[in-house]
């Protein structure tokens, strides 16, 4: 027999070989069964010339290195089948699959469960990588019970907790539901802490938290009026958005034409200046891609005829999906009346998208260019208005 080294072995010699190998194999099965303590880990065979080829590895391999293997599987997954497919491999897989240190780095795509495909098992699943301190799952989860089954108690302290360890959508959802005192009465609506929330959210670079506390400053809403403040939230909006838009997608943003082309709808500026970093819509950049939670949401209520209850309405803007909780709970736009917002990023997402072309008549485009744009005035439940 010949070794990767050129030398060669009789058969006597591996006869020997043998002998040897399985003189170690009882030794080891002695101590193992002997009086003394058996270590904790699994212990590497002695593998026998003749057992090359027919042994498993993968049993093999310590616990911790598999746990890391699925840690980045979980972290990194696509969509819910990707690690789904790992666990149905083997019943190793499938034990270490459920432990809290892989539940705990699921992405959000691995949580974006479809609302078509909302069962108890997936109910349980968020919940068991909520637990195991995933803040993704515990937002998700959060917006599904407080939305979809009115269970405002779970609902709010599972997105607090995701809040606490600064989460953004989670800072930014409560803000919301702060502002309109969602789950509860008008009395119930704290506007401090909406503002307190948003400037959280704000802190940590989310657009929309950015968007709703510069229109705060602007209207005096929550919050003493500080125009130019406001003014400076908004700007910053607006540049992280097209940051953002240019770190995925370059080519989008010049797609179809200039994004700093001027706008006759733009909110109008002192001093003449047109650049749309300085509108309070911002710049014509691609909307960004909603997130699993708003998802969910808006695919719950589509199934059920886009009504989230009798007299109540979700919100206008696509990406969104947030219901009302009471009647007239959402403002709505004080020209048609026929568009309604949770907040006013969805208001400013919604009228540089869609509803500047359907609010205002294309013939009167001209005449808009020197005034506030409609969608700028709404109304709340009240009938009061307010600026945006």
């Known amino acids: 027999m010949r070794t990767r080294r050129g030398q060669f072995f009789s058969e006597m010699d591996l006869s020997v070989e043998r002998r040897v190998v399985k003189r170690r194999k009882s030794r080891a099965a002695a101590a193992a069964g002997g009086g003394g303590e058996r270590t904790s880990g699994r212990k590497r065979p002695w593998l026998s010339i003749d057992d ?59 949580l974006a469960v479809k609302a078509q495909n909302w069962s108890v098992s997936a109910h349980r699943f968020l919940k068991l990588c909520a637990d195991a301190g995933n803040f993704e799952a515990c937002y998700i989860l959060g917006m599904i019970r407080f939305y979809c089954y009115r269970n405002r108690g779970s609902g709010a302290s599972l997105m607090a907790k995701a809040a ?85 997608t370059p080519s989008a943003v010049l797609h179809g034409g200039s994004w ?24 014509n950049v691609p909307s960004p891609e909603p997130h699993p939670a708003n998802k969910f949401l ?31 709970e959402f403002r709505r736009c004080s020209v048609c009346g026929s568009v309604n917002y949770c907040s006013r990023a969805c ?14 008549p294309a013939e009167r485009w001209p005449d808009a260019a020197l005034e506030i744009p409609a969608a700028d005035v709404m109304v709340n439940g009240n009938g009061e208005e307010i600026g945006m």
Request: glycine share 10%; with cysteine.
């Open 260 to 283: 700093l082309a001027w706008n006759p709808l733009q909110h109008h500026m002192g001093g003449g200046t047109s650049c749309p970093l300085l509108s309070d819509f911002g710049c």
């Open 298 to 328: 808006t695919d719950w209520f589509k199934s059920k005829g886009g009504i989230p209850g009798p007299g109540l309405r979700l919100c206008s803007n696509v990406g969104c999906g947030r219901p009302e909780l009471r009647r007239h």
């Open 164 to 248: 606490i360890n600064s989460h953004a959508p989670a800072l930014y959802s409560l803000a919301v539901m702060q502002f309109n005192g969602s789950g509860g009465s008008k009395t119930d609506k704290d506007l401090r802490a909406g503002v307190a929330l948003c400037a959280r959210a704000a802190s940590v670079g989310h657009v929309d938290a950015l968007r709703e506390l510069g229109h705060c400053f602007q209207d005096g809403y929550g919050v003493k009026r500080n125009v130019p403040e406001g003014r400076r939230f908004l700007v910053q909006a607006n540049v992280r958005e097209v940051a953002n838009v240019l770190a995925t």
């Open 347 to 360: 208001q400013a997402m919604h009228w540089r998208s869609v509803h500047k072309s359907e609010c205002v």
């Open 52 to 110: 090359v080829g027919k042994v498993d590895y993968f049993d093999s391999l310590p616990d911790d290195i598999v746990l890391s293997i699925l840690s980045k599987l979980s972290s990194n997954a696509d969509c819910p089948a990707d690690f789904m497919t790992v666990l149905i491999t083997c019943k190793r897989l499938n034990g270490l699959g459920f432990h809290p240190l892989v539940l705990s780095a699921a992405s959000p795509k691995m």
